[in-house]
């Protein structure tokens, strides 16, 4: 009767890195301490693999004229490769929120020409705030591509952009007067276009005057040296404040 000799395959467990990989024939050993090809050869072709995955294979021993042929199984394991990522965003003017856009992404540790991206997520600004130099995160992104399978993403790194106050204008009305020697006006109310709903900002301060002292109906009135007040005032440049036309200095007349 034929003998049954003695095979050892030695399995693998590495980190994926787009290569192929085989199982080892570590040992062949007949019963008298033969070894190698006088006992017989083993196939382990069926181990060889590329991508991620734990594989669960079959090797095949082919005994010389004294050896039963016989079979085996290993467990190889190529584990997924962990990388980071990176993306820039853009700069943004004020809008009451803190969003942002993503401009670019990139991926580290990615092998050769692999078909794999970073994709999708939500980029927020640390705040709403007007700010230069504000950190931006990107949360819940993905990998995608061909071989996103053989990567696992560990962190996308935070970037900076700036958020850059928001352009306004003002616009107020005033009071007629009887007249009394001087080009003083009085501001009745004051309001912003160009706010964004919520916000507290107004329109304060200032000195409001007639375009000349003399009577007349529909004098132009321009408020000089206002400014933004309020908790979100810092979001905001104030342009300009609109002229106001048709005020009235009024004869002053006493009986």
Known sequence: NKANATVVVTPYTVTYDGVSHTATVTSITG??????????????????HILAN??????TFTGAANYNNTSGQVTDVINTKHITGNFTAGNKVYDGNNSATVLTRTLNGVVGADAVTLTGGTATFSDKFVANGK???????????????????????????????KHITGSFTADNKQYDG?????????SLSGTISGDVVSLTGGTATFNDKTVANGKTVTLAGASLIGADAGNYVLDSVATKVNSTIT?????
Not at 54 to 59: E, K, L, N, Q
Not at 251 to 255: E, L, M
Request: glycine share 8%; no cysteine; charged share 10%.
């Open 135 to 165: 950190t931006v995160t990107l949360t819940g992104a993905t990998l995608s591509g061909a071989d996103a399978a053989n990567y696992v993403l560990d962190s996308v790194a935070t970037t900076t952009a700036n958020i850059t106050a």
């Open 182 to 190: 001087n080009n003083s006006a009085t501001v009745l109310t004051r």
């Open 251 to 255: 004869d002053n007349v006493t009986s």
């Open 31 to 48: 019963v008298n301490g033969e070894s190698g090809a006088t006992v017989g050869t083993v196939d382990v072709s069926g181990t060889t």
């Open 54 to 59: 734990t594989y669960t294979d079959t090797w």
